[in-house]
């Protein structure tokens, strides 16, 4: 008698729904649409829906997208045997990565179909799927170059490249004006972050103020308070491509308090995290091993004298010194500090670079304005076309706003020395008063102490005016 074997029962085809909803408006098609597309055509084709992934408001011009790498990697762990989408679109709009997901599939053994578009292997239908994929790419190249296009039509016009809603500001007929509620608050982060307050300082200032970002709603971020200063689009600028740029707003605050914004910026990134809060000690940041430029680090002891280290391993010298004699020599030096200054003001007038460099700039600010006001005339008389005037006006403001800058360094220097002498005389009588991280800012502006390992095994101690460096 002959044994029959039963019949194995057919698997059906496991199918994982793959959904990406555009950045655009006009062709922002549902997520519940796609899906309800998507297991219309996995029903009429016997296959079991294991899984459904999206990637929500995605452009389909990155390849950076979780669920799209999801989804492949589904088929190639064998865990789905086809990837559903609604249109070849949805894919990608990148002729690239739509033939790289196209042949990851097919190197697992698996495929991808569209539930709207044809989907058959023959010669046909793959003429079909690349005339569908061409044209998707088609679509996001024109898509693009209309955007730059407004981006640089927005731009000559002075106006940031979105019209999103800027914290400080509100927009008023296309235009974007201060706000009478945030406008101050915006001014007083500058002027807290000016007077020492670090971002999260001021991250938690606006929390308790009750200020949230106008584009989220939500309260702000170390990161994000970063980004709204650093874009400076309250001092009247707008950040294209990394740089600044005027704007056709109006400014609240001035070319002044951004400058100095900026300087301590970037005084900020070279200090050590450490030093950005609480100093632990009135002398920290303020010493510096004069072998490798890297300020000291104070150790503490349980016994013995607290000492100020190097603490660069690949430093040739090393240099180690007790806390008590460095903190000896400032508060010898800050007594002399007076003398100094005006040592410091007399040189500083006599020097020949000095005074021409200040003579430079002011000749170029001043030829400047007058020029960009007879460009200005011109432009409005019809003598000069919109195109020329345009350059001609960025070029001026540029030579301006660069005379300017100099004229502001030389000033903030010259603020630094007169600022000097009542620094020191406040440091004097507070010194035991005063909380350490606000002695230690003070002196980092004031004063670095350089420590010199010496032939015969000693240290030197000199304390130098920041503006004698």
């Known amino acids: 008698m002959t044994r029959r074997l039963a019949a194995v029962p057919e698997t059906p085809p496991r199918a994982v729904l793959y959904l990406r909803q555009s950045t655009h408006r006009e062709e922002s098609i549902s997520l519940e649409l796609q899906e309800r597309a998507g297991r219309e055509h996995c029903a009429r084709h016997g296959y079991v829906v294991v899984d459904v992934l999206a990637d929500p408001g995605i452009s389909g011009r990155t390849w950076k997208r979780p669920a799209v790498q999801r989804a492949l990697t589904m088929l190639e762990q064998h865990d789905a045997d086809v990837v559903v989408l609604w249109r070849w679109s ?15 599939a097919d190197v697992a ?15 046909a239908g793959r003429f079909a799927r690349g005339v569908m994929t061409e044209l998707a790419a088609f679509e996001s190249e024109r898509i693009g170059e209309q955007w730059k296009d407004v981006h640089a039509r927005r731009i000559d016009a002075g106006l940031p490249v979105n019209g999103r809603a800027r914290f400080g500001y509100q927009v008023v007929d296309g235009q974007f004006v201060p706000d009478p509620d945030t406008a101050p608050v915006l001014v007083d982060l500058y002027r807290r972050y000016l007077d020492g307050d670090g971002l999260v300082a001021l991250t938690r200032h606006l929390r308790e103020v009750g200020q949230v970002s106008p584009y989220s709603g939500k309260p702000y971020t170390h990161r ?11 001092a009247g600028l707008l950040q294209v491509h990394g740089e600044h740029v005027a704007g056709a707003h109006d400014a609240v605050i001035d070319e002044t308090t951004w400058r100095r914004y900026l300087r301590e910026r970037s005084r900020r990134a070279t200090v050590p995290p450490r030093l950005r809060g609480i100093a632990v000690s009135p002398l920290s940041g303020v010493a510096r091993c004069t072998a490798c430029g890297s300020r000291l680090a104070l150790q503490r002891r349980q016994r013995g004298s607290d000492r100020m280290r190097c603490s660069t391993l690949e430093c040739s010298a090393r240099v180690s010194v007790m806390a008590s004699r460095v903190e000896d020599v400032v508060l010898a030096w800050l007594p002399t500090v007076a003398d100094q200054v005006a040592a410091e003001a007399v040189r500083t007038a006599r020097t020949p670079d000095v005074t021409a460099a200040r003579r430079r700039a002011e000749v170029v600010s001043a030829d400047a304005s007058a020029a960009l006001t007879r460009l200005t005339l011109a432009h409005a008389r019809g003598l000069v076309p919109e195109d020329s005037y345009t350059a001609a006006r960025d070029e001026l403001v540029a030579e301006q706003t660069r005379a300017r800058a100099t004229l502001d360094d030389l ?14 005389s406040a440091l004097l009588e507070g010194w035991d008063r005063l909380p350490s991280a ?3 800012a003070i002196l980092r502006e004031l004063v670095t102490v350089w420590v010199t390992k010496n032939p015969a095994g000693g240290c030197d101690v000199v304390a130098r005016g920041t503006w004698e460096e």
């Open 90 to 104: 949805r894919l990608s709009r990148s002729r690239k990565d739509w033939a790289l997901a196209v042949d990851r």
């Open 109 to 123: 053994g698996g495929r991808i179909e569209s539930a709207t578009e044809p989907n058959d292997v023959t010669a």
């Open 224 to 234: 994000g308070i970063a980004t709204l200063l650093d874009s400076g689009f309250g």
């Open 411 to 424: 000033a903030e220097t010259a603020k630094v020395v007169d600022g000097a002498e009542a620094a020191a």
């Open 438 to 440: 606000r002695v230690s």
